[in-house]
Every structure is written in C-alpha cells, then in structure tokens.
C-alpha cells in the first residue's frame, strides 16, 4: 500500500498522506479481531484525490485532455447530453466546428443524445485569483447549428454556484468553418479569492446544437 495505518475501535474517520493529486486510489479496511487474528479485508472503496489550487493566470487549451474528466477539469453531467473531447470535429453533421481553434483538442456538448432543456456541466479546477487586480475569464466558442441551445457560465467562489453570470444562447456562426469568437467574463466581483467556473450547456430541440469551446484563460 502507498498509505497505511490504525484507527481504534469506533473512529469513523481518518487520514491517509503520501498520496498524490489527481490520481485514483482504493481504500480497504480490515478488523484487528484480537486473538482471532486480522479479518479479511473488506471490499475497495474507490476515490480520486483532488487537484491542487491553480494560481492565475490559468491557461487550458485542452490539448492534454484524454476525456472530458481529465487534467483537473471534470464532466459532471447526470443525463446522456454531455461534454466529449474532439481532435478532429464533432460527429454530426451540420452543427459544430471543423477544428480546434488551436492545436488539435477542443471540448463540446454532443447533443445528439438527451432531450431539449437537458444541462452538460462541465467543471473547471481551483483558480486563486489572488495574483491579479483586475481579473477576468476568457475562452472561445463555436456554436453552429439551427438547434444551438445556450451556454452558460456559472462561477462559486466556496459558497455554491452564482449562476448564469454569462450566457449566450442560439446559433453564433452561420457555417461551420467560420472563425471561433472569444468571449469575456468579468472576475472583479470575485477578487482575491478562490473560484472555479462552471460551463453549463442547455440542449435545444435537436441533434445539431454541439456548443464547443476552447483556449480558456484566467487573466
């Protein structure tokens, strides 16, 4: 085991160090029975340790995503309409871009599965904001489709989510090979502190509405 130790009779916590951020980990437990000796161990309880804060400036281009639940960020949708990462476009076809704004990796909603109303959520890490005097949030969208639905951004700095702080909704490029368009959030309510930022996608009434977006930066 990486960590191991004790906890007497009736404790129903403890700490394990030594382990690592982001990374999966099975917790066992097994009962010292005395004279009988040790018992079997019990079955795996399976968990994932969270990251570490980020400072800003922050800057995500996806590219080492290997899923939507990778590199610190997490897909946390309940439904079948969620977040997917792409190297090439989405799926479907007349809705989505033709490719990354940069690199290869970009993260959208495949709206091919749920129904209308339905949310993708989709979290970001810790960022500290404390090294900034005027800080905002920016990322770029593709949203080509006649289904678009909206995209929303929602931010929690430790008390629960403020919701809808930017949102837009409804088809923003008339092809799929048009330009990405950058976005701004205003972080200044939010100075000093710790935050993380929520996309939350709305689904609209059909398969194509696939919202992406990439490059996010906290500046």
Known sequence: PVASGTAASGDTSAIADQLTEDSEYEAYITTNCGADGFS???AAVAFVTPCNIFTAPYFNDFETLTDASSDCWLEDSLG?????????DTTSANTGPNQALSGTNFVFTEATSGAQGDEALFLSPL??????????????IHMH??????????IDAGSGFDLAVFSI???????????????????SAYAGQTVQFRFRGVRGDGFTGDIAIDDVNVD
């Open 127 to 140: 960022v500290d904001l404390s090294n900034l005097t005027d800080p905002a949030l920016s990322f770029w």
């Open 145 to 154: 489709g006649d289904d678009m639905g909206t995209l929303n951004v929602d």
């Open 169 to 187: 909704s409804g088809q923003q490029q008339p092809n799929q090979d048009d330009p990405w368009i950058e976005q701004f959030v205003d972080l």
């Open 40 to 42: 079997d161990q019990s």
């Open 80 to 88: 079948t309409y969620q977040w997917e990462v792409s190297t090439d």
